[in-house]
């Protein structure tokens, strides 16, 4: 059988649509309502275009009373999207406001559900310096040491691995152009540094900002430390963890 390519292009290859599936990237339910906001269009334009994309495969909906919302159907999605903003020129950036947040974008946010930007590959890398990961292929395997210190972080990998979820992937990072780590492993112990307050959300889309605790166990506990400027220094002063 032949993958229909096409298909799926055209889906992803409108604006309005493009623009919805990339709002539900951070793996987050979203009402069709405020994904027609997002892609500023009327909410019955959003409708069918979100009706197109159910049924191509693309996104899952659910009903909750009156309110139906939409995520992406499967992280292969989440992936597939991924690697096209990697290949993708980037947008002009038009205002102060589009640049903060692009900046705070970059730095650290969601892809799907694991930790990408800045903060995410780096993250990465730096469990592959201390040999906690291995690169193999396409995949990341998990040594020894590395066993011992996830089950010690709260993270328990052969729980994982009796999973049906692919384990421990390398994601092409579209603002970093190196790899995250994605799968269970990079899932859980995005779930983790949430759990723990290390890093948390910025609401209204799927940026995320590392707090004043998170960035001291970072230092702590893995010698990681990131320059802060513009809009990501304002998220760190304004935090209270």
Known sequence: MTPNVVEIASLIGDASRAE??????????MPASELARAAGITPQTASSHLAKMVEGGLLLQESHGRHRYYRLANQEVGHALEALCA??????VRSLRESDQTKTLHFARTCYDHLAGEVGVALTERMV??????ENHR??????E??????????DTEQLRSGRRHFARQCLDWSERRHHIAG?????????????????????GRAVSVTR????????????EWELAGSVQNIFKNDRM
């Open 184 to 204: 269970a492993l990079g899932a859980a112990m995005a779930h983790r540094l949430f759990e723990l307050l290390w890093i948390k959300r910025v609401p209204g």
């Open 146 to 155: 590395g066993e011992t210190w996830f089950q010690s972080f709260g993270v």
């Open 87 to 92: 290949i993708s020129p980037s947008k002009p």
């Open 129 to 134: 310096e201390l040999g906690f990961l291995l």
């Open 213 to 224: 605790k998170g960035f001291e166990a970072f230092k702590r506990e893995l010698g990681l």
């Open 139 to 144: 995949d990341f395997t998990v040594s020894s």
């Open 20 to 29: 919805m599936l990339m709002r539900l990237l951070g793996g987050k339910s």
